[in-house]
């Protein structure tokens, strides 16, 4: 289930370069700077005629895909998101962010140490931002966290950051036309990594362009996720 309450972003990071956001928007001749409230802002809080929630509680609410929830832009439209994430603690809410620095802008009062229904994934696509966003990640007040190496763009050494209250490590490549590639043995080495501190690590997909034995495969949209699955990796 995905929850969009905003739309339109802007570039901040290697991890930005070849955003899907923006190639998507660009068919449309669609300026994907500008952020914007969508018409799905209201969603977790709107019922149907029987006064049932639209947005099921069952599932989880993958929000603010195509932008960042934590942008300056929206620091006003946040106030009244968390407010509909209160509302629903029937939901759980999973948070992606390249912004985490920016964490405290909007925050509830009746945070405290984190709101059990939000998972917050800080995304670290290179060892550089993993190492200015990871240790402000760590310092956050928040219940679930997940670190997100998507897209991996080179190998990473996570191991100083995993014994922190990390309950997953998701890795995946770059998808499109532009996609970088991503080696298998960073994910393996990430795999490594999250063993031995026995942190949970998802092979999420493999990007359009996947190194394995020294070899470059084009892998189809449709495929990428299903070759990771298949690698059979994980870890729970």
Same mark, same amino acid.
């Given at each position: 289930?995905?929850?969009? $309450?905003?739309? /339109?972003?802007? *570039?901040?990071s290697?991890?930005?370069?070849?955003?899907?956001?923006?190639?998507? #928007?660009?068919?449309f001749?669609?300026?994907?700077?500008?952020? &914007?409230?969508?018409?799905?802002?209201? =969603?977790?809080?709107?019922?149907?005629?029987?006064?049932?929630?639209?947005?099921?509680?069952?599932?989880?609410?993958?929000?603010? =895909?195509?932008?960042? !929830? !934590?942008?300056?832009? @929206?620091? %006003?439209?946040r *106030?009244?998101?968390? #407010?509909?994430? +209160?509302? +629903?603690?029937?939901?759980?809410?999973?948070?992606?962010?390249?912004?985490?620095?920016r964490?405290?802008?909007?925050l $509830?009062?009746?945070?405290?140490?984190?709101?059990?229904?939000?998972?917050?994934?800080?995304?670290?696509?290179?060892?550089?931002?993993?190492?200015? +966003?990871?240790?402000?990640?760590?310092?956050m $007040?928040?219940?679930?966290?997940?670190?997100?190496?998507?897209?991996?763009?080179?190998?990473? #050494?996570?191991?100083?950051?995993? %014994?922190? /209250?990390i %309950?997953?490590?998701?890795?995946?490549? %770059?998808?499109?036309?532009?996609? +970088?590639?991503?080696?298998?043995?960073?994910?393996? @080495?990430?795999? &490594?990594?999250?063993?031995?501190?026995?942190?949970?690590?998802?092979?999420?997909?493999? /990007?359009? *362009?996947?190194k *394995?034995?020294?070899?470059?495969?084009?892998?189809?949209?449709?495929?990428?996720? @299903?070759?990771?699955?298949k690698?059979?990796?994980?870890?729970?």
């Amino acid at each position: 289930m995905h929850w969009n $309450p905003w739309h /339109g972003c802007q *570039k901040i990071s290697p991890g930005c370069a070849n955003c899907y956001v923006y190639r998507r #928007d660009s068919s449309f001749s669609k300026d994907s700077s500008q952020v &914007e409230k969508t018409a799905s802002f209201s =969603l977790p809080v709107k019922r149907n005629r029987y006064g049932i929630f639209k947005l099921s509680g069952e599932d989880t609410v993958y929000t603010c =895909l195509s932008s960042d !929830f !934590f942008l300056p832009e @929206t620091d %006003e439209w946040r *106030k009244e998101a968390w #407010d509909m994430i +209160r509302t +629903r603690k029937d939901a759980r809410f999973f948070i992606i962010t390249k912004r985490i620095d920016r964490f405290f802008y909007s925050l $509830p009062e009746d945070w405290g140490d984190g709101w059990e229904n939000v998972t917050i994934g800080c995304t670290v696509e290179n060892q550089d931002r993993a190492d200015y +966003r990871l240790p402000i990640f760590l310092t956050m $007040p928040i219940a679930h966290k997940q670190i997100i190496c998507e897209p991996l763009l080179e190998s990473l #050494d996570l191991s100083s950051y995993l %014994e922190k /209250g990390i %309950e997953q490590v998701v890795v995946g490549g %770059e998808s499109g036309p532009k996609a +970088r590639i991503c080696d298998y043995e960073w994910v393996l @080495t990430l795999r &490594e990594q999250c063993q031995k501190a026995g942190t949970s690590f998802y092979f999420k997909q493999t /990007g359009a *362009k996947f190194k *394995k034995n020294e070899k470059v495969f084009s892998v189809p949209r449709n495929h990428q996720m @299903t070759q990771a699955k298949k690698a059979d990796i994980n870890l729970h």
